[in-house]
């Protein structure tokens, strides 16, 4: 995020890797000669870890980009990862890369990957309120650790209903009587879903308050539109 907005950008592995290639060779002609070779494709292609390691290279070139007097040209960049496992493999390559390959080029770059992300990236990490999310989000951090020595920062809870009853509400509910397949019987069920799903998301954001040893920060779910949407739209056609 720059002081004038916001700029976004959609990094391509290749792209990356090409510009990489361009930045150590430093003569454009033989870059270029290089980048356009196909063995130079099929090995980027077959290279396990590669493509990662150059995109987090590239976020971290674009985390140094300075403008006049050495002011750093973005406040924040923010990096959307891929999902648990792929994020976890997206991070945990300079670490095993630098293991594996321990002189060269990309050695180097592994190894300044890593000490960029123990120094300045904060990690965080995003789960919806569900069984498989939250238990995911919580293996994700454990297996960070475990493979890298890095923990996420925050963590973020999103597409929280947070649909709490009054306690008025949840006893009139308790002790409605209605006829049933009624009307009343159909709001009394909405009613009961809501506390149901209320007591579930209270029980997941305990859940992955403990399992990672932090507070999560709440997202409330965005309303629903659609239905509403759509009914106008029926009404239009039959008027």
Known sequence: MSKDGFEVVDLEPQFAMDEYVDK???????????????????????????????????????????????ASRWQSIVVDCPSSGHGLLMLETPFAAFRAVSIGPFSRLASQIMEWLKAEVRIGVVAIPEEMAVVEAIEFAEDLKERTGL????????????????????????????????????????????????????????????GLGMSPIIL????????????????AESA
Not at 183 to 204: K, N, P
């Open 220 to 235: 409330r779910e965005l309303a629903n539109t659609r239905p509403a949407t759509i009914a106008k739209a029926l009404s």
């Open 151 to 210: 923990a996420p920062s925050l963590v973020i809870l999103n597409r929280m209903r947070q649909d709490v009853l009054s306690p008025e509400a949840r006893q009139a509910i308790a002790d409605s009587e209605v006829e049933i397949d009624s009307a009343d019987q159909a709001l009394l069920d909405c009613g009961a879903r809501v506390q149901r799903r209320s007591r579930l998301e209270a029980f997941h954001l305990k859940r992955l308050s403990k």
């Open 24 to 70: 150590v060779v430093r003569v454009r002609a033989l870059s270029s000669r290089i980048t356009g070779s196909e063995v130079y494709r099929k090995f980027f292609a077959a290279a396990p870890g590669l493509p990662e390691l150059v995109l987090l290279g590239r976020i971290q070139a674009f985390s140094n980009e300075a403008i006049a007097h050495g």
